[in-house]
């Protein structure tokens, strides 16, 4: 049996060809790739049913590299169905999404690296993710600090406490563990062609209740107004899938209406609009 990773870096992509360049050039600038001779990570890319050369330009990259590259292609369902297949497939203890038009620093493993062999045991079970910074393709920030570093918090104070302060893009490296849980279709909702991929995440604060650790330091490159997103157009094409969702947060999380009343508000908001939108036929 293969040794468990360090790391599973998940690429899903769509006809990004001529940008998936980048994830493959931040890896290999990275200034940790092995520990004692051996590769602490793979590269997972789904391809959601691209058209363009991506297959083959991969199959070039799986030829010429030594650390281990994973390919698997699917027909197009859309950026969950894609980071589903990514979670099932993962090998690494932690995993890191990287979008196909992505570029990152290249002590990114190596800080996360250090970060998590620094926590005690029971700091990593109770850890869910360590969150860092972004700046876009021109080197300027993109958000603001997080406001609490260097110590664990739980993530439900952190994704719904902050989300007015400005953080704008972030990035964090999860743990694989509690993706693999949460990232599963209830049977409800197995007929839904799409469900949106914030649904998972809600499972993830709200259903396993990890903590959070965050550095006020800046790892991912983040480009601006680039077309061809995975999930363009889904709230048009599968309003059914928004609406399940927002029914599951209105009947499952009520608890949190009187601490985050403008959030579960939202939900309210958006089961009136999809209902609408599913009794029109999506119109």
Not at 19 to 47: A, C, M, P
Not at 74 to 99: H, T, V, Y
Not at 241 to 266: Q, V
């Amino acid at each position: 049996m293969q040794d468990k990773l360090f790391l599973t870096l998940f690429t899903p992509t769509y006809n990004r060809a001529d940008k998936l360049h980048r994830v493959y050039n931040s890896i290999k600038k990275q200034t940790l790739l092995k520990k004692d001779g051996k590769y602490i990570f793979e590269w997972i890319v789904v391809d959601d049913g691209s058209t363009d050369n991506t297959k083959a330009l991969v199959e070039k990259w799986q030829k010429e590299s030594q650390f281990p590259i994973r390919y698997f292609y699917q027909e197009n369902q859309g950026k969950p169905s894609a980071s589903r297949k990514g979670i099932e497939e993962a090998r690494g203890e932690l995993f890191l999404f990287a979008d196909s038009d992505d570029e990152f620093l290249p002590d990114t493993f190596e800080i996360f690296y250090d970060v998590w062999q620094g926590f005690s045991d029971d700091e990593k079970a109770k850890c869910g993710g360590i969150g860092v910074l972004c700046q876009d393709q021109f080197g300027q920030r993109v958000g603001c600090d997080y406001p609490v570093t260097h110590q664990l918090i739980p993530s439900l104070k952190a994704v719904f406490g902050w989300r007015d302060i400005g953080l704008g893009e972030t990035w964090a490296v999860l743990k694989t563990e509690n993706l693999k849980k949460a990232f599963k279709i209830p049977d409800v909702a197995k007929h839904l062609k799409f469900i949106p991929e914030s649904f998972f995440w809600s499972r993830i604060v709200f259903e396993i209740r990890p903590y959070s650790f965050f550095i006020n330091k800046v790892l991912r490159i983040y480009y601006r107004n680039e077309s061809g997103n995975i999930s363009d157009n889904v709230r048009l094409k599968y309003p059914e899938g928004f609406l399940f969702e927002s029914k599951w947060f209105i009947t499952r999380y009520w608890k949190i209406a009187w601490r985050y009343p403008k959030i579960y508000l939202k939900h309210i908001i958006k089961l009136i609009y999809f209902s609408w939108k599913v009794r029109n036929g999506a119109r």
